[in-house]
Nanobody, 119 residues
């Protein structure tokens, strides 16, 4: 079992920056691939960025060059640095942990943190 708690959301003007954090507890954090998703009102949840246990990263085209995902396995935390924020980045951002081992999938979600870009 993994518990995920996001923080760092807030309101910013276009062009601003925010850093989201997702603190994990309850299991071996380092073995999980970690993801950030976002969900705007009336839209489906979308993948924003991912980072494997080995540190390989991937990004949605819409955030490439603006967002950076990173992880600190010693602190059991994954981060999403968001720069040059745009109005369309407004959404609830969710942290997700996934692992597959022993023929089973393990998939956990945080409660989400609101990011609002306006101005």
């Amino acid at each position: 079992q993994v518990q995920l708690v996001e923080s760092g959301g807030g309101s910013v003007q276009p062009g601003g920056s925010l850093r989201l954090s997702c603190a994990a507890s309850g299991s071996i954090f380092s073995i999980y691939t970690m993801f950030w998703y976002h969900q705007a009102p009336g839209k489906q949840r979308e993948l924003v960025a991912s980072i494997t246990s080995g540190g390989v990263t991937d990004y949605a085209d819409s955030v490439k060059g603006r967002f950076t995902i990173s992880r600190d396995n010693a602190e059991n935390t994954v981060y999403l640095q968001m720069n040059n924020l745009k109005l369309e980045d407004t959404a609830v951002y969710y942290c997700n942990a996934y692992s597959r081992r022993g023929g089973r999938s393990y998939n956990y979600w945080g409660q989400g943190t609101q990011v609002t870009v306006s101005g």
